[in-house]
Nanobody, 125 residues
Framework: QVHLVESGGGLVQAGGSLRLSCATSGLTFSTYGMGWVRQAPGKEREFAAMINWSGGSIYYADSVKGRSTISRDNAKSTVYLQLNNLKPEDTGVYYC??????????????????WGQGIQVTVSS
């Protein structure tokens, strides 16, 4: 059974930083693309960032580009999202997602097969 477990969320002031982690089990991590999907209050889910299986292809949404870094450690079966210079509009639930198509040309139109339970990020102004 696949498990994706997010950690590292919380309350932070605007301008601050957070590092989200997603520990996985039950899948061959090194063959999966990974992504972070966020959902702001009252809005639809959007991909914040994704990374392909090797780390050689990375995507960022315009809303986080330049302020975020996605990375993966295949030895630890873990994916990370470093969020810097956080803004109140970054507030939302952040979901870790796994799917072989993430980080490919069709990644942004993919509905991932595997999801974490989500973690809250709240940025105060």
């Amino acid at each position: 059974q696949v498990h994706l477990v997010e950690s590292g969320g919380g309350l932070v002031q605007a301008g601050g930083s957070l590092r989200l982690s997603c520990a996985t089990s039950g899948l061959t991590f090194s063959t999966y693309g990974m992504g972070w999907v966020r959902q702001a209050p009252g809005k639809e889910r959007e991909f914040a960032a994704m990374i392909n299986w090797s780390g050689g292809s990375i995507y960022y949404a315009d809303s986080v580009k330049g302020r975020s870094t996605i990375s993966r450690d295949n030895a630890k079966s873990t994916v990370y999202l470093q969020l810097n210079n956080l803004k109140p509009e970054d507030t939302g639930v952040y979901y870790c997602a796994a799917d072989g198509r993430l980080g490919t040309i069709v990644g942004t139109t993919t509905t991932p097969r595997c999801w974490g339970q989500g973690i809250q990020v709240t940025v105060s102004s």
